[in-house]
C-alpha cells in the first residue's frame, strides 16, 4: 500500500529541522501545509479502509472461532446419539476451520498493525500541521516585525544623513560669522585710527589753539564784569 510506504518518512520527519534549512521558511511552511492537508486527507481515507477491513477480519475471525465451537458441540451430540460417523464429519470441518483460524489471527494482527500505523500517522500530520500553523503566524509575525524594523533603519540613516547635513551647515554658518566679526572688527579698528590721526593733527593747528584761548578770556573777563555790575544794582558792593 503506497501511503504505508510513505509511513516511515512521514513518522522520522522533522518540521524543525526542514524550516531551519529553508531559505524562505514562511513559503516553505505553505508548501509543507499543502503536502501535509493532502497526506492527511489520505491518510483519513486510507485509515477507514484499514479500519474497516480490521473489523471485517475480526468479525470473520469471530465467525470461524463460533463454527469451531458449533462442530465440536455437534460432534459430542452426534457421539452421544451414537451416531459416530457424524461426529467424524463434525470433528473434520473443525480441523479445517482451525487451520482457517490461524490464518484468520494472523490477518487479524496484520490488519490491526496497519491500523495503529495509520492512526499514528494520521495523529502525527495533524501534529505537524497544526505546528506548522503556529509556525506561520509567527514567521509572519517576525517578518511584519522585520519589515518595521527594516524601515526604521532606513529612517535613522536618512535622519542621520540630515544630521550630518545640518552639522555642515552649522560649520558653515560659524564660519560666515567668524568672517563677519572679524571684517567688523576690522572696520572698528580702521575707524579708531582715522580718529587718533584727526585728534593728532588737531594739536598742532596753531590758529585754533590761540582763538580757543581768545575766546577763554573774552568769556573770564564778561563773567566778571557783569557780577561787579549787579552787585552794585543790589547795593551790596563793599
Known amino acids: 500500500m503506497e501511503i504505508l510506504k510513505r509511513f516511515k518518512d512521514i513518522m522520522t520527519s522533522n518540521i524543525h529541522a526542514l524550516l531551519d534549512k529553508a531559505e524562505d521558511p514562511e513559503k516553505m511552511i505553505d508548501q509543507y501545509l499543502r503536502d501535509l492537508n493532502s497526506d492527511l486527507g489520505k491518510v483519513k481515507s486510507e485509515t477507514a479502509a484499514i479500519m474497516a477491513a480490521e473489523k471485517r ?3 470473520e475471525l469471530g465467525e470461524v472461532e463460533k ?13 452421544e446419539a451414537g451416531n459416530e460417523d457424524d461426529a467424524r464429519k463434525f470433528l473434520q470441518r473443525k480441523a479445517e476451520l482451525s487451520e ?13 498493525a496497519n491500523t495503529q500505523q495509520m492512526r499514528q500517522m494520521h495523529d502525527k500530520l495533524e501534529a505537524d500541521i497544526g505546528e506548522l500553523e503556529s509556525r506561520r503566524s509567527e514567521l509572519k509575525g517576525k517578518a511584519a516585525v522585520a519589515k518595521t524594523q527594516k524601515r526604521m533603519n532606513d529612517f535613522a540613516s536618512s535622519a542621520d544623513g540630515a544630521g550630518e547635513r545640518i552639522s555642515a551647515f552649522d560649520k558653515m554658518e560659524q564660519k560666515i560669522n567668524q568672517e563677519l566679526d572679524k571684517a567688523n572688527a576690522m572696520s572698528e579698528l580702521n575707524k579708531r585710527s582715522g580718529t587718533d590721526i584727526k585728534d593728532l593733527a588737531s594739536k598742532y593747528d596753531d590758529d585754533s589753539s590761540v582763538d580757543n584761548e581768545l575766546e577763554s578770556l573774552k568769556a573770564g573777563i564778561n563773567v566778571d564784569d557783569e557780577l561787579a555790575a549787579l552787585k552794585t544794582q543790589l547795593g551790596k558792593d563793599k
Request: net charge positive.
Open 57 to 59: 477480519e475480526r468479525r
Open 67 to 79: 463454527e469451531i465451537d458449533d462442530m465440536q458441540r455437534y460432534a459430542v451430540k452426534a457421539l
Open 100 to 112: 482457517k483460524l490461524t490464518d484468520k489471527k494472523t490477518a487479524v494482527e496484520l490488519a490491526s
